[in-house]
């Protein structure tokens, strides 16, 4: 129900945009993001957006390069990733925070990944 786009392989310095879309049957998000996890490495935050103030996080490593940005009438999410290191090397995941019924009770949605692969 999460559908990301555009991982690949890029030289160090290079350029990503990464795209997220959610699904016609998720609807009312409190926020998306993306997280990523590189081999023998947990799961770490990259950016978070909310959608009603478009508020952001960003992990330490990601400031000043990566550009997260929403699009709530399409209920989509990007990344823009500048300035590419090896170390940003992972599989990266979209995530979307949903509201439920009930309040303050929320569902969460991941991707399957797109793989980012930085070469030196």
């Known amino acids: 129900q999460l559908v990301e786009a555009g991982g690949g392989l890029v030289q160090a310095g290079g350029s990503l945009r990464l795209s997220c879309a959610a699904s016609?049957?998720?609807?009312?998000?409190?926020?998306m993001g993306w997280y990523r996890q590189a081999p023998g490495k947990r799961r770490e935050l990259v950016a978070t957006?909310?959608?009603?103030?478009?508020?952001?996080v960003y992990a330490e490593s990601a400031k000043g390069r990566f550009t997260i940005s929403r699009d709530n009438a399409k209920n989509t999410i990007n990344l823009q990733m500048n300035s590419l290191k090896p170390e940003d090397t992972a599989v990266y995941y979209c995530?979307?925070?949903?509201?439920?019924?009930?309040?303050?009770?929320?569902?969460?949605?991941w991707g399957q990944g797109t793989q980012v692969t930085v070469s030196k």
């Open positions: 957006i909310t959608f009603g103030g478009g508020n952001t």
């Open positions: 995530y979307a925070n949903v509201r439920t019924v009930q309040p303050e009770v929320f569902d969460n949605y």
């Open positions: 016609a049957g998720i609807f009312n998000i409190k926020l």
